[in-house]
């Protein structure tokens, strides 16, 4: 009987502790890049200001639980988002992104592609090579192993961008 208590104890403590995501990153959701309307993304904005780029709650990808049939990291006849190589503190050599540049586009076994855009500019640290062997981690934990991107922002643009996207409850109101 202790023991069955001891670990319902310890289930709640659990229940009542944030995670990871929660302690140290700021979410935000972006729904248009400029003027043009986009599926929703999720950008969580780290402490360190390193982003990483995910698929929000409501992206169709995810609200309707596809099947994802490939994941294609060309996004042009010169760029490959995968051949991105980065070196030391200040990232030299990561991608220069805009917040209107494709990190990939994500083909569905039902026909649909959808673009995945970066949401801020900065340069592009890494694609999540693990989506590549297991996409499903892009339905099952979007916020953290099915992360697509990190990008690092300037530092001088991080509050602008947080400014100019959504709150979790702005986007719950946005959704509704």
Known sequence: MHINTS???SIELL???????ERY?????????????IEHHCVMFHSNRICLISLADEHPIIKHQK????????VSTKVNRLDNKVSGKGKKGGQHLEPNSILC???CEDGSVYNIYS????????INDNLSTDSSLLLTKPKSDG???IVLPQLSSIDKYKD???????YQDFIK
């Open 7 to 9: 670990i319902e104890n």
């Open 15 to 21: 229940n009542e502790y944030p995670s990871v995501v």
């Open 164 to 170: 100019e996207m959504l709150s979790l409850e702005q």
């Open 67 to 74: 099947s994802i049939k490939s994941i294609d990291c060309q």
């Open 119 to 126: 949401c801020i500019k900065g340069k592009l640290v890494e």
């Open 25 to 37: 990153f700021t979410l935000r959701y972006c729904t248009k890049v400029g003027e043009q309307d």
């Open 147 to 149: 992360f697509i991107a």
């Open 105 to 107: 586009k994500i083909e």
